[in-house]
């Protein structure tokens, strides 16, 4: 079935450091990719999207690019700030299958 | 544009009763997706409803029903609360066709069974 492994964490982190959260997929089609981040107490937020190979998508600083031959779909931001902190999510969405698949969702901390 | 609601926002129980959440999608979307959110078990889906119809089906017992009106709001149903059904239960509404699927969440109903 599909899959979704991020990194685990938490993940603590001073203000300006650069962040990665590395996001791992596994599908039967060939799905597409997004990172959500949900704020305490709100909902997720769609934070960025991919649908195909090698492309990135971006926002907010944040970037993660496509990889199909690592199935890969990391998020980077070159310096995060204490409003970045947050739990991240990583999920695909496989049209052969018409289901949404999570990771198990990375908090991050950012200290000022 | 309003974005999705879900009513009520927390709500306690007691083991073996039975609730009902309500969610409002983003105007035009035509489908809604229900998940599960707890800290053990990460983001579980429910299922899906397209057009009225129950589109996708996730690994939940058969406690666990929804539906979803003409209008497109959607409503999700637990019979027989266990003390594990505590979670935050999270909606997301999609206009449903094409591959990118985006999904818009609402702030999810915090369920307490005790």
């Known amino acids: 079935g599909n899959s979704v492994t991020q990194m685990e964490g938490p993940v603590t982190l001073s203000e300006e450091a650069f962040l990665t959260i590395n996001c791992t997929y596994t599908?039967?089609?060939?799905?597409?990719l997004f990172w959500y981040v949900q704020y305490p107490g709100e909902g997720l937020q769609l934070l960025l999207k991919?649908?195909?190979?090698?492309d990135k998508g971006s926002n907010k600083g944040f970037e993660a690019t496509y990889r199909k031959e690592t199935t890969s779909f990391h998020l980077e931001k070159g310096s995060v700030q204490v409003s970045d902190s947050a739990v991240y999510f990583c999920g695909g969405y496989d049209p052969n299958a018409g289901k949404s698949t999570f990771g198990d969702g990375t908090t991050l901390t950012v200290k000022p | 544009k309003a974005g999705v609601t879900q009513t009520p926002r927390y709500l306690i129980k007691t083991r073996g009763q039975q609730v009902t959440l309500s969610c409002s999608p983003i105007s035009g979307h035509r489908s809604v997706s229900w998940y599960q959110q707890t800290p053990g078990q990460g983001l579980q889906f429910l299922f899906e409803y397209f057009s009225e119809t129950q589109r996708n089906k996730g690994n939940f017992p058969g406690r666990f029903s929804g539906r979803q009106f003409s209008n497109s709001r959607s409503e999700m149903n637990v019979s027989t609360l266990e003390l594990g059904d505590s979670a935050l239960y999270l909606c997301?509404?999609?206009?449903?066709?094409?591959?990118?699927?985006?999904?818009?969440f609402g702030p999810g109903t915090r369920l307490t069974v005790t």
């Open positions: 997301a509404s999609s206009l449903g066709g094409g591959r990118t699927y985006e999904q818009y």
């Open positions: 599908a039967t089609g060939y799905p597409s």
């Open positions: 991919a649908t195909k190979a090698d």
